[in-house]
C-alpha cells in the first residue's frame, strides 16, 4: 500500500540496486535485487529518487587496489551522490521523519531503490543527510554533495576576494560548474579553461572561456594581461604549471584530482561545516545553477557511466529511480 505522505510503498520486499560481483569498467555493473534494508538506531531509510554521477564513483571501482583503499569490498554497490524520502525512522532519530526530502552522500551505494544513512555519519561512514530546500527537485538535489562539497573546499584553499582573477582548470565538469559560479559570488573575475565546445556553457555559469593546450600560458597572458592571483586545478597538473609560469604563489593554488608537491590539495570531505547546506540555498534561490547534461534510468547505468567518465560533459550526469 502506497502512503499518501510519501506516495511509494514503505512495505516493499524488494530492493533494485546497481552491483559489482568484480571491480572494473562500465561493463561490470549490474542491476539486482537485494534485501530491502531496514533502519536501525539513529538511522534513516531514504526511498531515492534520483542519483549523481561522479569521477569518483568510476575509479573507485575501477580495479581491486584501487577500491581497497576507499575501504569497498565485494559485492560492492555504485554512486555516491543520492537526493530521495524519508520512508522509515530509526530509534533516536531526531531532525528527520516519514515524508521528509533529503540529500546526501552514500558511499558506492546510492543507485539504488532504498538507502540507509546514519544520521551522525559523514559520506565515507554511514552516509549523511541535509533536508532538500523547497523549489529544489530530486534530480538538482542528488547532484549537489560531491561536486558543491569539493569546490566549496577548493574556493576555502584559495580564500577568493573580489580582487582576484581566479583560473579555474576544467571548468565546465561537474565541480567545475559549482567552482566557476561560487567563486563570481566572491566577486573575483574567473577564467575558465576548456574545450571550444564548452565556450558557451562557460560563458553563461560567468566565467571567461580559454582553451585548454598548447599555447595556453600565452593566451593568458593576453586575457589578463595584469596577471593571475590564484588558480584550481580540476583536472590534473596543466594549470598549477601554468598558474606557476605566471608567478601564482604556491599557497593559492589548489588542485583535486593530483598531488604536488607544495600545493595544497582540496578534498570535499574537509569542506567547512555548513558548506552544503549554504549551495543547497543558494540553488533554491536561484544564484547557482546546477545544469544536468543528461539523466538516464536505472537500466541503462552503464551508458551514462560511459558518457560521464569520458570527461567531455558540460554539467552533470544523473540516474533517475
Request: proline content about 5%.
Amino acid at each position: 500500500m502506497r502512503t499518501q505522505e510519501t506516495g511509494f510503498d514503505p512495505s516493499a520486499a524488494a530492493n533494485r540496486a546497481v552491483q559489482l560481483d568484480s571491480f572494473g569498467g562500465p561493463e561490470v555493473l549490474r542491476i539486482r535485487e537485494i534485501p530491502v534494508p531496514q533502519a536501525g538506531s539513529g538511522q534513516i531509510r531514504v526511498r531515492v529518487r534520483a542519483a549523481g554521477l561522479n569521477p569518483m564513483d568510476w575509479f573507485m571501482t575501477s580495479d581491486p587496489d584501487t577500491a581497497a583503499r576507499f575501504g569497498l569490498n565485494l559485492p560492492s554497490g555504485f554512486g555516491t551522490d543520492y537526493a530521495g524520502v524519508v520512508d522509515r525512522v530509526g530509534e533516536g532519530v531526531t531532525g528527520f521523519a516519514i515524508g521528509d526530502r533529503v540529500f546526501g552522500g552514500a558511499l558506492s551505494r546510492s543507485v539504488a531503490e532504498y538507502v540507509i544513512i546514519d544520521t551522525a555519519g559523514t559520506i565515507a561512514a554511514g552516509g549523511d543527510a541535509h533536508h532538500t530546500p523547497e523549489g529544489v527537485d530530486d534530480r538538482t538535489a542528488a547532484a549537489l554533495t560531491i561536486a558543491g562539497c569539493t569546490a566549496s573546499a577548493a574556493l576555502d584553499v584559495v580564500k577568493l576576494g573580489p580582487d582576484d582573477t581566479v583560473l579555474i582548470g576544467g571548468a565546465g565538469g561537474g565541480v567545475g560548474v559549482f567552482a566557476v559560479q561560487l567563486a563570481r559570488l566572491t566577486g573575483a573575475r574567473v577564467i575558465g579553461t576548456g574545450s571550444a565546445a564548452s565556450a558557451d556553457a562557460l560563458r553563461a555559469l560567468g566565467a571567461e572561456p580559454v582553451a585548454y593546450g598548447d599555447g595556453l600560458v600565452e593566451r593568458l597572458r593576453a586575457l589578463a594581461p595584469d596577471g593571475i592571483t590564484a588558480a584550481i586545478d580540476l583536472h590534473g597538473t596543466d594549470t598549477v604549471q601554468a598558474a606557476r609560469e605566471l608567478g601564482v604563489s604556491d599557497g593559492r593554488i589548489t588542485t583535486i584530482a593530483a598531488l604536488v608537491e607544495g600545493i595544497t590539495p582540496a578534498n570535499g570531505a574537509n569542506a567547512a561545516p555548513g558548506a552544503i547546506e549554504e549551495i543547497a540555498r543558494l540553488v533554491a534561490e536561484g544564484r547557482v545553477r546546477v545544469p544536468i547534461a543528461a539523466s538516464f534510468p536505472m537500466e541503462r547505468i552503464r551508458e551514462a557511466v560511459e558518457l560521464q567518465s569520458g570527461r567531455h560533459v558540460h554539467g552533470k550526469v544523473v540516474i533517475d529511480i
